[in-house]
């Protein structure tokens, strides 16, 4: 599974990635729900094509820059899942993409939505007014969001939400709570109910959502095993990182913060996990140091120079800090893929 | 001082940029200190162009790929301050450099001291010993170096640490302590003994040390301004972010944690600082939201669309973040810096 390139680097196992997809493709089928996947997670043409083949039907995105990227890859319906604001440059290229693909885009204020009107205009272009379900970051009441369609005239698809407060132990099942009963008192003819994480994807309400938008799911990661959202085996990218250093029930690896991202919220084990060894932990990460401890008792099973997987506890911030990922099957490498929309944040 | 394009993007203040750099070669002048900053920080040639200008002996960095970089980009004399572990394409590429610069690479086993002998064989690079001066990530006992040392032969330099264990209020004093307590412990006829780091700059005790290699202090960050080791006037590099929604006293950015870095150590006060409103505190960030809250009373003095400045609160996951920077004098954009050494963590 680890290929002769000098560590740290980013490892896809297809097998593992194939799983997941159909896993949350399946889930998504049986809840009779649309599916968009969220590709700011993985940032790869390849993955949306392996996502639309199982019957998504779009993708969703952060910004316009990563829109640009996946509609240069052929996916012809996209959701900018974001309130934009829409001006300088990004006014020209958010039309030129209008003009070129299915499009929906996120407003949560009568101002950006008549920002948003006369750069989408004669596009077919549809907004989507955002709802605070209880993250209490972006978002307006539900029954705000009548007026702010009203403001956009027809060209409304519905409203969405992020229930982005069920990353945390047991809080996925209130937060779909949350996100159903956000989503239902929205009061608007236009039908598109969006929602969903991977975290509430299992709990979503089919009763009142009519679309999900999962992004970890495609890869899975540390954070989401502590969750209970998956297992360790379920972790289909791992960053390849090299034993340089090593003291007492200590080794440190070259998959640092630079490879793996710095987030780790207070409820996390540590700095990721290991998952070919579950009972040790990252003490510690600085940009070229994972820190990681193995229990008393035995010596760690590690010795320099060992090559070992490490599961970021955010997945979605380690494929941004990569140029590709090495795709790997039965531990052979089968293919590279380039992270095509890595840094693309305007 | 923010130029047109789509935020957020990266912007450099060249003259508190300089300012910076002339604090910093004068703080190590006036100790007798030989100056090697660590470009970790930047990864930007012609940043490091300004500090050989004011007398830095050379620079410091963590990877053979950053020295690759520099290198290419005209530094004679580079020290990768890390335990590399030379096999597989790294140990060529390690031997190519060594052939074109002057070059000293860390070290921290007498099996990696093994491995680096005959790469670096006949080349003229030396071997800097690592010594733990309490940080407990890489680098041995001050009484385990010339073990090591006695293991390469004689193309020893001396002795290296890093005193990270300043990175906390009122910890640099104790960790500068620490630093040379370490480095005067070590018993090497070899004369290097480099440490040093943004916080434990100004604590350096010269009579031990010889050589400092401060990373940060290039920019600073909310990280040093919130420990005191800057003002918030002395942060160089700052994220362009753009408010895209506004709820009570709380106003969101389009500025998260893919542009800033995820870093959050306990001690900070949130997800960054904003330099033009230091009563402001980022409550929370996600991958493309900077949410934002400001104190009970007036309300926010920001409507959507304004553009503001946000500190990372570690400027070196930023940079490392970004393609280019945008450079700014008085608020007029004068150049653009290719992040040259951006993820180049190999």
Chains 1, 2 share one sequence.
């Not at 319906?77 to 829409?86: G, M, Q, R, V």
């Not at 700095?271 to 579950?278: C, I």
Request: net charge negative; glycine share 10%; charged share 20%.
């Amino acid at each position: 599974m680890i290929p002769n390139d000098d560590t740290p680097h980013l490892v896809v196992d297809l097998d593992v990635l194939d799983r997941n997809l159909d896993r949350t493709a399946a889930l998504a089928r049986a809840k009779g729900l649309a599916l968009r996947p969220h590709a700011k997670t993985h940032k790869c043409p390849e993955i949306a094509r392996r996502q639309l083949d199982r019957g998504a039907v779009g993708l969703t995105v952060a910004t316009v820059g990563e829109a640009e990227v996946f509609a240069a890859g052929g996916v012809a319906d996209l959701f900018i899942a974001y309130p934009l604001w829409p001006v300088g440059p990004r006014a020209a290229r958010l039309r030129a993409l209008a003009e070129r693909v299915a499009l929906r885009v996120g407003a949560d204020s009568v101002e950006a939505v008549d920002l948003l009107a006369p750069v989408l205009a004669g596009t077919g272009a549809e907004l989507v007014v955002e709802v605070d379900s209880g993250q209490h970051r972006s978002g307006v009441r539900p029954d705000e969001v009548a007026g702010i369609a009203a403001a956009a005239g027809p060209a409304v698809a519905g409203a969405f939400t992020f229930p982005g407060h069920g990353y945390g132990p047991d809080r996925a099942g209130a937060a779909a709570a949350a996100e159903a009963a956000a989503l239902a008192a929205v009061e608007l003819a236009a039908p598109l109910r969006s929602g969903g994480s991977t975290p509430t994807l299992a709990h979503a309400d089919a009763g009142v959502l009519t679309e999900v938008r999962p992004g970890v799911s495609v890869f899975n990661d540390a954070q989401q095993a502590e969750l209970g959202s998956c297992g360790l085996a379920d972790i289909a990218l791992t960053a390849a990182g090299t034993v340089v250093s090593r003291t007492g029930q200590q080794v440190v690896l070259d998959a640092g913060s630079k490879v793996l991202g710095a987030d780790q919220p207070a409820w996390v084990s540590g700095g990721g996990r290991l998952p070919d060894h579950p009972d040790a932990r990252i003490v510690a990460l600085s940009e070229h140091h994972a820190t990681v401890r193995f229990p008393d008792g035995a010596p760690p099973p590690l010795r320099r120079g060992d090559i070992v997987r490490v599961a970021p506890n955010h997945v979605c911030a380690a494929v941004n800090l990569a140029d590709e990922l090495v795709v790997a099957r039965d531990g052979e490498v089968v293919d590279r893929w380039v992270v095509a929309a890595r840094g693309a944040n305007t």
